[in-house]
Nanobody, 122 residues
């Protein structure tokens, strides 16, 4: 199974920055996408940003121009640089990897990190 280890959450004032990291276990047969979702209290989990294996990226409208997703393929690590943070960015952020762990799997599966809290104070 794919294991994901997240880091980088915390408390920051509005306008500040944070960088999240998520490292997936090694020896994954193929990774389709790596990305970040978030879930605020009382709300559904939503996509923040994702990066596809070819390098294309996708962002939620609410974070475009402020957040940047990047990936280090050699390290199986995805980053989320969050700038100009707003109180409405406060949420638990979850790393997501869609991958085939072994060649035996015909379809990719979704794997989730444990979540890291991001709190933005006004």
């Amino acid at each position: 199974q794919v294991q994901l280890v997240e880091s980088g959450g915390g408390l920051v004032q509005a306008g500040g920055s944070l960088r999240l990291s998520c490292t997936a276990s090694p020896n994954i047969f193929s990774i389709n996408t790596m990305g970040w979702y978030r879930q605020a209290p009382g709300k559904q989990r939503e996509l923040v940003a994702a990066i596809i294996s070819g390098g294309s990226t996708n962002y939620a409208d609410s974070v475009k121009g402020r957040f940047t997703i990047s990936r280090d393929s050699a390290k199986n690590t995805v980053y989320l640089q969050m700038n100009s943070l707003k109180p409405e960015d406060t949420a638990v952020y979850y790393c997501n990897v869609r991958a085939r762990y072994t060649i035996i799997e015909r379809q990719p599966n979704d794997y989730w990190g444990q979540g890291t809290q991001v709190t933005v104070s006004s």
